[in-house]
């Protein structure tokens, strides 16, 4: 039907709402390349041949894509006078019960029904859908599509993209229709420049000066021209709106021929998107059918027309000369401005060029006033942008965001933050040509001119989010990979600059770089950036320039360290559990050697890897289950069990004796070298070994009675038996370590001395100062920090604990002190300020706190402590908070609400931290850091004074075990090196030969867990809770190992 | 095109005429900024980025070969930023293919060579790429050797501008981008190559030469191929 005056167009817009709100129901299928991807074809052809089946009166059609990538199949189904339904991850099997409840005015299963669309806004026009389905929320309730403002997505999955008339239902062609009665091309300019609309492709220049500049120039012959060659990795923006809306582009891009004064449109749109070709075309043919293109356009005299043209596929044809030369049939190869297209683009004619999203923000622009636009968004960046929020974030997808918004808005409430617990480290904004911006940059609000500050783009809208498994310099190579290849050659810079770039990481990546590299390479990719010809070869570098400011120390990682902390490169690492420990162990080879039935050998080594397995073995936070391949089978292999148990089976047996002589048997020449230790913690303790193996004199000195530091003095038993330390230590001391107890180095013992009489010395005394809170009421009786009580329980002294205890904290010595109490037969309740996700300590430990009868309060923050006459607690005020804004931590910050709680108690724990000992510090004359730690070099833990090293918790602050240990190895090695002038720590490890091929059947069963004693018992008593694996479900346990660790077999 | 103008090269207050870009003005008038791709004559392409100036009031660099000059231009063409990046364009260039000086007929005579001996370019801190690259010597008078080429198109722009064959040009994307010859073929197959050897005249280094001669003995007579263009524009 040709469209030439208004009853035409009324007419038209009729039978549209006829369509979109038909006296029947109407089910949509969102049918985008992704949805498809997701099997939304065969949903569609099973609800058409059911339909037909049935003889039903439904209208079934196709959409685009609402947006919520993470949830397809999405389909909306709407019944007469109900709100719009939207169900999400909609298979075939599930077309049977949403058909049946429709006839009767049943919801369809919940688990597939996302929200309800009560009324909806085209800008241009309004669809009331209806109200009711009361238990369902509203769309803007999900957390995705909270805050989302919907200007340049108006219709996208909710009209049918392959029907005009639904188009002009919704306000379509309106805004056009009246540019063309209004005949005041000048006006629509200063319209959109007075919206300040800028450039959605990236650059954000402000449209409204590029018309003018057009409608300037001389000439019959304009052109408009929309950039619609996508190709950032990971931006599918564009494509989504081509395919789920086509007509709104033709619009935009009508608008602008007519207040330009060209009369020719064309569309340069990937070969790679054959959907949004085939729509646009089909939208382009409609519209040309109803007179909305054409020679006479809506029968206002207005002559245009508008073609598409595929493009071959390269990046570079994203920059708007090459994308000319492409359009006439030249190599797409860019060629310096001046002259700019508006003087002089497509066939040497003024050309305007403008990218998909830009032309999608005409129409509405027009149809609301550039008020109404300025008001959304930023100052000097107006309205929304779409951004595709993709990588290491649990909801993926399309998001239309007004600018200035927070990063953290969109990682952690709409991405609903990382995938499987993971920390998110980084996002990279703007594709290849972004830049990456720390997690601890996240309250940056997105716009033009912020994200530039911190050297990334706005670029075309992609954000890939990273975690902690993403390594950085492997980020940075894979986007100069990208981009090197995409280059075209012309200009040197970016041809050979990028190549010499790439070759560079690559050295990063295989850690055969040198520290000078960095410097080399930071200058090499400001060379690119600024000396370039077009805009490839000047944001190419962003990647690594930014990665070098934000993260450089993970290229130092890479090349002093020689360590790839995310084990993405490969050749740095041995298994993803190997360079997630901490120790480094080869878990791999003992899983093996005990698969292999080789007890003594895989206890050798553990022990040669973890001088204390049994210990950790019970108390590691286990980072390596976080990292291990299996867990995509099923679960992670329990490998610190597993290696509990061998150690366990050698320690407390008869084998010992005859384990020891093994493990001196390693023990390297004596060198005449004296080392000293400070502090026989398992920092201590672990670089007190490998030095004594190594050949090295080795005194250990500590302030208290026995060794074993946290471990013996604040672990409970229930946790760790002193029996297994023990057994541990004394190994450590046949390897003839020797030790001076209840020495207060500082004090009897003067640094300085210590250095005298030995030729290096190990500063390793951890964090024994209990942090402090400053709330009303803690000077009262009953008050006591956890450390000091934890230590008194393990010396078995008499501790000051009544009836019913508050703990404050949510740390492991929070924990480990609510345990210790309930077995002091207190009622214990523990208060957290946070939710309980947020809680440092492990969470098999919370969890059995809870069994053994602890009360958790979350989200409370202590207020003050009551006490009674006599100075005694009588109970604790504790503030409820509210989960607030995320920090930069991913964490919601705690607020305080108005409500108050009170709770009885006599005694309160403080468990909120631990900390260095500012004295020792002090008198160390040492450099210390702000934090109070000392300050050390990074890589070789050397303090500012020669000679002494430092470690532990020491220069981290509190951390765990695990990590003080591996610090504790790493000062051996470097101590060693120092001495000896070589490396010499590989030396310690025998040969063990052992099966190098992956399992051709790796054990079906799933993970195996210790057996524990029930929670009614193990209060009664400080027997350990844990039973450890049996023989049998250790064996099965290591046959589930995949070996990440063999890279190549022979065949 | 002949409103005059008055730029300011390195302080210095030049008269020159709207529509000279800044390499010319300069060059016209003494000053010396490094160019590769430029050559007098053929359309300038900002390609080596070696005549990269700095603008006062523009924040980026700008290369002097296709920017225009304005009323009040103030160029500065050197500071040490840019020879630094310039250093580097010679650098990469150098370890791009394999040059050999010391087997090169051009060796002496050669534009790449003068660069890096002017900025004292006499190593390199970059590995070399060693490509394994091809010698076209199909034509019975030229040679073509692509381990000395610095596709610097000049040999492209002299055959499509100046003589009107459009023989040459490239093919392939970034590093891997080659100079071809009509179509792919060899070059003694081309049936376009009128023989006219323009294009060895204007090539800066030893990449195109006439057979016959040996080590440092090609001299090229660059000039021709610029007045043979300016001869054609005054037509």
């Known amino acids: ?82 709100p719009l339904l939207m169900l999400h991850q909609v298979q075939p099997n599930h077309v049977d019960g949403i058909l049946n409840g429709l006839g009767h005015g049943h919801l369809p299963p919940p688990e597939i029904v996302l929200c309800k669309i009560e009324e909806w806004d085209h800008l241009a026009g309004h669809v009331k859908y209806g109200t009711g389905y009361s238990d369902v929320p509203n769309w803007n309730e999900i957390p995705f599509f909270d805050g989302q403002v919907k200007i340049v997505l108006r219709n996208c999955g909710l009209i049918n993209p392959d029907d005009i008339e639904e188009y002009i239902a919704i306000g379509g062609y309106q805004a056009l229709y009246k540019v063309l009665i209004d005949q005041n091309p000048a006006g629509v300019i200063e319209q959109i420049k007075a919206s300040k609309l800028r450039g959605r492709g990236g650059a954000g220049f402000l449209t409204g000066n590029k018309w003018e500049f057009l409608a300037k120039a001389a000439g019959p012959e ?76 809506l029968g206002r005299g207005f002559k245009f027309d508008i073609e598409t043209v595929e493009g071959a596929g390269a990046f570079v044809c994203g920059e708007e000369t090459a994308l000319i030369a492409s359009l006439e049939s030249h190599a797409g190869r860019p060629r310096s401005r001046p002259p700019f297209p508006a003087q002089k683009g497509l066939y040497g004619k003024p050309t305007n060029i403008n990218n998909v999203e830009t032309w999608y923000n005409v129409a509405p622009i027009v149809a609301k006033g550039p008020a109404w636009f300025t008001e959304i968004g930023s100052p000097k960046s107006a309205g929304t942008k779409v951004f595709s929020l993709v990588g290491k974030v649990q909801s993926t997808g399309l998001v239309e965001m007004p600018f200035g918004t927070p990063l953290a808005k969109f990682i952690y409430d709409i991405g609903g933050g990382g995938t499987n617990g993971r920390d998110i480290k980084a996002v990279q904004t703007g594709g290849p040509s972004g830049g990456c ?17 911190l050297g990334s783009i706005m670029g075309s809208g992609g954000m890939v989010v990273m975690d902690e498994d993403n390594c950085m310099v492997d980020v940075a190579r894979y986007f100069i990979e990208f981009t090197h290849s995409e280059s075209c050659g012309k200009c040197v810079p970016c041809r050979v600059g990028l190549d010499k770039a790439l070759r560079m990481l690559n050295g990063f990546t295989l850690g055969t770089a040198t520290d000078k590299d960095i410097a080399a390479l930071d200058e090499l990719c400001r060379m690119v950036r600024d000396t370039s010809l077009c805009g490839l070869g000047q944001s190419a570098p962003n990647p690594v320039l930014t990665s070098l400011r934000h993260f450089r120390h993970e290229f130092e990682d890479h090349i002093l360290a020689k360590r790839c902390r995310a084990g993405v490169c490969e050749d740095l690492a041995l298994s993803p559990c190997e360079n997630s420990c901490p120790l480094h162990m080869n878990i791999p080879r003992f899983l093996q050697l005990y698969k292999e039935e080789r007890v003594e050998d895989a206890f050798l080594s553990v022990i040669l890897d973890n001088p204390l397995p049994a210990s950790t073995g019970r108390v590691c936070q286990h980072p390596c289950d976080n990292r291990c391949r ?27 004796d005859t384990m020891v002589g093994r493990v001196l048997e390693r023990r390297q020449e004596p060198t005449g070298r004296t080392v000293a230790i400070v502090g026989a ?66 004090e009897q013992l003067t640094l300085n001395d210590v250095g005298q009489q030995h030729d290096a010395v190990f500063l390793a005394i951890g964090t024994w100062k209990e942090a402090w809170v400053y709330l009303p009421g803690t000077e009262l009786t009953g008050v006591i920090p956890a450390l000091p009580f934890l230590e008194a329980m393990s010396r078995g002294q008499e501790v000051p604990v009544g009836k019913s205890v508050v703990v404050i904290g949510g740390g492991n010595a929070a924990i480990d002190s609510a345990r210790s109490a309930r077995r002091l037969g207190a009622d214990v309740t523990i208060v957290y300020r946070r939710e309980r996700n947020d809680m440092p300590a492990i969470p098999e430990e919370i969890e059995a706190a809870e069994h053994e009868g602890a009360k958790l309060v979350y989200l409370a923050a202590p207020h003050r402590i009551v006490g009674d006459k006599n100075g005694q607690v009588r109970a604790i005020e504790v503030v409820r908070t509210k989960p607030g804004e995320f920090d930069t931590s991913g964490r919601r910050r705690p607020v305080p609400t108005d409500e108050v709680i009170r709770i009885a108690c006599d005694t309160v724990i403080l468990a909120v931290g631990e900390k260095v000992d500012p004295d020792f510090c002090a008198a160390s004359g040492l450099t210390i850091k702000e934090a109070g730690t000392l300050e050390v070099d990074r890589y070789s833990l050397e303090t500012s004074r020669e000679r002494f090293y430092a470690g532990g918790d020491l220069i981290t602050g509190a951390s ?92 | 095109m002949t409103e005059k103008v008055k730029v300011r090269i390195d302080g210095e207050v030049i008269a020159a005429t709207a529509g000279q870009t800044i390499l010319e003005v300069a060059r016209a008038n003494g000053k010396y900024i490094p160019a590769l ?74 534009e790449l060579q003068t660069l890096a001996q002017d900025h004292g370019v006499t190593y390199v801190r970059y590995p070399y790429n060693f490509p394994r690259l091809t010698v076209d010597a199909t034509h019975p008078r030229y040679v073509l050797d692509h381990n000395r080429c610095v596709l610097c198109s000049r040999c492209v722009r002299t055959c499509a501008e100046v003589e009107g064959a459009h023989v040459w040009d490239m093919a392939g994307r970034g590093i891997q981008t080659r100079l071809v010859s009509e179509l792919q073929r060899p070059w003694g197959e081309s049936t376009t190559c009128t023989s006219c050897g323009k294009c060895v005249q204007a090539c800066p280094t030893g990449a195109m030469a006439e057979k016959g001669w040996g080590v440092e003995e090609m001299t090229k007579k660059r000039a021709v191929v610029s007045r043979l263009s300016s001869i054609r524009e005054g037509q």
């Not at chain 1, 949805?35 to 074809?41: L, R």
């Not at chain 1, 911006?437 to 530039?452: G, K, W």
């Not at chain 1, 240990?965 to 790493?970: F, H, N, S």
Request: with cysteine.
């Open chain 1, 1 to 82: 039907m040709m469209i030439q005056d208004f009853a035409a167009f009324s007419a038209v817009r009729e039978a549209g709402l006829a369509k979109l709100l038909p006296g029947k129901p109407r089910i949509a299928v969102g049918m985008g390349t992704c949805g498809s991807g997701n099997g939304a074809e065969a949903v569609y052809h099973a609800f058409s041949s059911e339909i037909d089946a049935r003889g039903l009166a439904v209208q079934l059609v196709p959409v685009g894509c609402f947006g919520f990538c993470a949830e397809e199949p999405l389909v909306n189904v709407w019944v007469p006078g109900h």
């Open chain 1, 222 to 297: 304009k052109y408009l021209v929309c950039n619609a060659d996508e190709g950032d990795p990971g931006a599918y923006m564009n494509r989504n709106e081509i395919e789920s809306d086509p007509h709104s582009l033709l619009e935009g891009m009508m608008i602008a021929g007519y207040v330009t004064g060209a009369s020719k449109g064309i569309i340069y749109v990937r070969a790679e998107y054959p959907l949004a070709v085939l729509r646009l075309e089909r939208a382009i043919e409609h519209a040309r059918a109803y007179g909305v293109l054409g020679d006479n356009v």
């Open chain 1, 437 to 453: 911006i720390p997690a601890d940059m996240f309250d940056t609000p997105v716009d033009y001119e912020t994200l530039a500050q």
């Open chain 1, 630 to 656: 299996r867990a995509a089978v099923d679960e992670s292999v329990n490998m610190r069990d597993v290696h509990r148990l061998i150690a366990d089976e050698v320690l407390l047996s008869d084998k010992f």
């Open chain 1, 681 to 746: 913690g398992p920092t201590g303790l672990t670089c007190a070994y490998y030095l004594a193996l190594l050949g090295h004199d080795v005194t250990v000195y500590d302030s208290r009675p026995a060794a074993g530091g946290m471990l013996r003095y604040a672990l409970p038993e229930y946790r760790l038996p002193k029996a297994v330390l023990d057994k541990e230590i004394e190994l450590i001391e046949r390897l003839g370590v020797k030790f001076q107890f209840n020495v207060n180095v500082g």
């Open chain 1, 960 to 1051: 765990n075990v695990s990590n003080a240990m591996g610090i504790g190895k790493k000062a051996a090695r470097n101590i060693d090196r120092r001495l000896m002038g070589e490396e010499r720590v590989a030396n310690l490890i025998p040969d063990f030969a052992y099966q190098m091929e992956p399992p051709e059947t790796p054990s079906q069963s799933g993970r195996h867990v210790p057996g524990e004693m029930p929670a009614a018992k193990r209060v009664q008593s400080y027997a350990e809770v844990s039973l450890g694996l049996t023989v049998g479900a250790a064996l099965e346990e290591s046959a589930r190992c995949l070996r990440c660790d063999v890279r190549s077999v022979e065949s």
């Open chain 2, 37 to 110: 791709c430029y050559m007098e004559g053929l359309s300038a392409v900002g390609a080596c980025r070696l005549c990269m100036v700095e603008v006062s009031g523009v924040a980026r660099l700008l290369p002097a070969c296709t920017t225009p000059v304005q009323e009040g231009l103030a160029v500065n063409t050197s500071s040490p930023q840019l020879e630094s990046y310039r250093k580097i364009a010679i650098e990469l260039l150098l370890v791009e293919r394999n040059h050999v000086c010391a087997v090169c007929v051009s060796s002496g005579h050669c």
